[in-house]
């Protein structure tokens, strides 16, 4: 392993993200709705893989304040601080990983209709 590989692997340790590795996630037989949702809103907190997404939910309307659940979103061309809405989410796994304090994470992976 050189030099640079090494650093970037720290980096990543250190962010507590490993990208979306399918060893990392666990993918459902079949979807199933996001808690009955129809609709819901999330904020990119950090891109994680050329297809998906570490986002919060919406949790004010009102206010747009994105402290709402932690999700991992599936799609394309994401990007930091990134607001989407999604119509008729899907749960469609989980993903696992390990947050800046050490603390094994585990939350919802979503995909949905993007709306514009």
């Not at 050329?50 to 709402?68: F, N, P, T, V, W």
């Not at 659940?69 to 994401?78: I, N, S």
């Amino acid at each position: 392993m050189d030099l640079n590989s090494f650093i970037i692997g720290i980096l990543l340790a250190f962010i507590g993200l490993q990208g979306t590795k399918d060893d990392n996630i666990k993918r459902l037989e079949k979807p199933v709705s996001y808690e009955n949702k129809k609709e819901t809103s999330f904020q990119v907190i950090e891109v994680i893989g050329q297809d998906a997404a570490l986002a919060s939910e919406i949790s004010d309307k009102e206010y747009k304040l994105y402290l709402g659940k932690t999700v991992v979103l599936v799609g394309d061309d994401f990007y930091s601080d990134q607001e989407i809405t999604v119509k008729n989410p899907q749960r469609v796994g989980t993903y696992s990983y390990t947050n800046k304090r050490g603390m094994p994470m585990t939350v919802p992976v979503i995909k949905g209709e993007v709306k514009e």
